[in-house]
């Protein structure tokens, strides 16, 4: 007899408590299922690393899975693979106000600010597509020479990978002791870090007085909105090194703050959800469906820990693994 998954149950269990973003008001015959249990089904694809629709239902099917088929059940009833299909997929487009309404309420909840000033990081990361690579030459002609290419990935030059094929992970995480997301989305990599940033922005609590970025940030409109909005933007300057304006022994001090907080919290994340090589899904939608529901989980998983008593740094990877 295989022992029931209880981690994930646990997991699973959150979803129920955790607060929902106000849902617009849409015309038409009501749902019969809530959001709420797709969001779990979502949870369950993350953890036992299901690619697909297909993949999910196949799993839920297994005698041995029916505690996790009973939490994908709701009234009695278990949705029909239309349903599931249909509503899976228009699940991403909920996930950036989830996400950061999840946010706001670990926020209160952890309190990261306790011992210091209230400060979040933003920055992009780079998730390589699956499959081959779609080269300039060929799409300008508009040819696709392999089937495995992604052909709503794009291209970026990164500092440490150099030039990449995919996406980009754009996240708002806190500063301090513990890194909470606030905020993600995720765009084909050639979208730039400054245009993707006021959507990110937007989802940030008023509590967040101050935002660090790297040089890609150092945008006049993204001070503006900043400034209008009661925060303090502090980017990266361009220009060579060493910079001898006034300030820049303190944007050094928030330069490594960012760089010790953001840049290893993508780090982690991309050791716990396996996609520091390349992602395992095709198409925006699923690739986002894949990132921002791994994001989500990563904030359940900071729930879970906290209500455990556990440390909140350490030890998340074992715990997804242990589900």
């Known amino acids: 007899m295989v022992p029931g998954p209880s981690v994930l149950v646990a997991l699973l269990s959150l979803v129920d408590r955790i607060p929902q973003p106000h849902a617009a008001v849409t015309r038409g015959r009501p749902r019969v299922y809530s959001d709420r249990l797709f969001l779990k089904a979502l949870v369950v694809m993350i953890v036992r690393h299901l690619a697909s629709v297909h993949a999910l239902l196949a799993v839920l099917a297994e005698p041995e899975m029916a505690a996790l088929r009973s939490c994908c059940t709701e009234d009695g009833r278990f949705p029909a693979r239309r349903t599931w299909e249909r509503r899976l997929a228009a699940l991403p487009a909920t996930l950036p106000a ?13 309190n990261p600010w306790a011992e210091q000033g209230p400060a979040a990081a933003i920055d992009s990361t780079v998730l390589a597509a699956k499959g081959g690579v779609w080269h300039r030459k060929d799409r300008e002609a508009g040819v696709v020479p392999h089937s495995s290419i992604d052909t709503e990935a794009g291209w970026t030059k990164s500092g440490w990978h150099g030039w990449v094929y995919g996406w980009k992970l754009h996240v708002v995480a806190t500063i301090g002791s513990i890194w909470i997301p606030l905020a993600a989305e995720l765009t084909p990599a050639n979208t730039a870090d400054n245009v993707e940033a006021p959507a990110l922005f937007a989802q940030l609590p008023l509590a967040v007085r101050f935002i660090l970025g790297d040089q ?5 409109l993204l001070y503006a909105w900043c400034e209008t909005s009661g925060r303090v933007l502090v980017a990266t300057q361009r220009g060579a090194y060493p910079h001898t304006d006034d300030g820049v022994e303190v944007r050094r001090v928030f330069h490594q703050l960012r760089s010790h907080s953001i840049e290893n919290f993508n780090s982690q994340f991309k050791g716990i959800f396996a996609c520091g090589q390349h992602v395992q899904t095709k198409g925006l939608l699923a690739t986002t469906r894949f990132a921002l529901g791994s994001i989500l989980v990563y904030q359940l998983a900071l729930l879970h ?5 556990q440390d909140l740094r350490i030890g998340l990877k074992p715990l997804l693994q242990a589900a």
């Open 305 to 309: 820990r906290f209500e455990a008593g």
């Open 216 to 220: 890609s940030y150092n945008d006049p």
């Open 98 to 110: 989830q996400i950061g309404c999840l946010g706001r309420y670990l926020l209160g909840l952890l």
